[in-house]
């Protein structure tokens, strides 16, 4: 099988996906700007505006899914990251559709993300998917779930772990999914790592560009350095995301094994999640800086590049929306515009979406699982259920996510390869820093007080004239020059983004 997956692949592929950059060279060199979305809600047509799609509506497929691309192309989107696209589990299940991410088959492609009326297979429909996002220069990342459903448990009892009485074992608070049995490094569960081997044998013949490992940290080093491998040998520029992050300590069960992050880059991947997602309770720009010097050293460290994501909003972050209010998505948009790694956000980010769903936990009429609720987690993009698009209505935040990702893209250079300079505050609660590159230099000054204002505030800028003119790219142009300092004043929560022509001239 993998024999024949292999010839078909280098014959379809290696004139074309091989010859261009690689989601891997592009991740690498910081220049993959991420979008997550679930197909399963991503284009689903809503017709009475009530939230939940009905009888009658339509949900997110792979086929309507491709009218939205033209959309994220021309918001800067060069990457998708693909929630699961596997068959889900319906037995003791969460949600009225049941999560993405209770896996109850490797091989094959979740039923609800296929066009019912259309002649080509399921297969055949996620292909076209992702040739119509190369087409457009985007690549993709599909999502391989840590757990299984409950229903993958019941037919293959011997991939999962077992406690003392031999039952299945529910990792922390994830009551829809069972612990997988991977075995130790030194013995691996061949049958468990086989079907992930296959699981990369479709994402390849589709025409995936890599992977996201969700909660990469449950499996054995040795189990990545396997499938990495195995996948490497068929496209060298195959993509490996660790869902993991520098503030992960434990294992959610007692039960589970334990890779911490550095141990997974070292087994093969190509980048993590940084935990910028705490961000929302950084007290100081010091701890702001202290996450950004922890990467930026980690990320050399290793003999291959690595990278990360700004992991700001996921599908597991509460919307900013509702944490701060717009302010911060503003400040979301412009860090990830401006900070040295790659950008990721979730579907409706760009819009201000707050994935607040009026029906939410209450009772359904129909439902596809064993669960008649309408489970959500609140604030957070539904993964349990046919619901809405993610389409926020604030155009403020909408504006600003065009321009803060048409900025990188007119920037490309200065960000993904210029310096990064740590500028000192007076206010401890302001962070400032600076990005040159060629000449272009670029300062960025921000306030993590979402409260109140910070007034009189000096950043000291080495090389800066008394009357240097600057060009305000975000935020008030209430600003003053002096030899070696810069002034300005911030709004709560506001971002402020100049760049400097002829610097030190």
Known sequence: MRLFLVLLFCVLSVTTAFAEEGLRTLFLDNKAVICGINIRNFNAKDLNNNGIIESGEESGTFINAIERLDELKNLGINTLHVLPITPVGKLKALGTAGSVYAISDFTSINPQLVEKNSELTAIEQAKLFIEECHKRNI????????????????????????DKKQLS?????WTDVRLFNTGTNENLNQDLLNIHKRFVDMLIFIGADGIRADVATIKPYQFWVEIIKYAREINPEFCFLAEASDSWREPPSKYAVFTPYDKLLEAGFD??????????????????????????KLLTSYPENKSVILSFTTH???????????????????LEATLPFNPYFID????????????????AKVSETDDNCYFVHRGKLDIFNFSRKPEGKNEYVKSNVIEALRFRTENSDLISK??????????????????????????????LDFKHPQKRITIKVSGLKKKKDLQVIEGLSNYKTQANKLLTDLEAGEIKVLRINNFGL
């Not at 690549?139 to 077992?162: H, N, Q, R, W």
């Not at 074992?169 to 608070?173: A, M, Q």
């Not at 980048?271 to 930026?296: C, P, T, V």
């Open 139 to 162: 690549k993709v990342m599909i999502d391989l779930p840590s757990c299984g459903a409950y229903d993958l448990f019941l037919t293959k009892p011997e991939l999962f772990i077992k």
């Open 169 to 173: 074992v529910v990792p922390t608070d």
């Open 271 to 296: 980048g993590y999640y940084g935990s910028f997602f705490n961000l929302k309770d950084w007290k100081n720009s010091e701890q702001f800086y202290e996450h950004i010097r922890f990467n930026k």
């Open 316 to 334: 597991d972050e509460t919307s900013p929306i509702i944490l701060h209010g717009e302010k911060f998505s503003v400040m979301i948009a412009w």
């Open 348 to 363: 409706g980010f760009q819009s201000g979406d707050d994935y607040i769903y009026p029906w939410a936990n209450s009772i």
């Open 418 to 447: 210029g310096m990064f300079t740590q500028l000192k505050s007076d206010k401890e609660k302001v962070f400032a820093y600076a990005r040159s590159y060629h000449g272009e230099n670029l300062i960025v000054i921000g306030n």
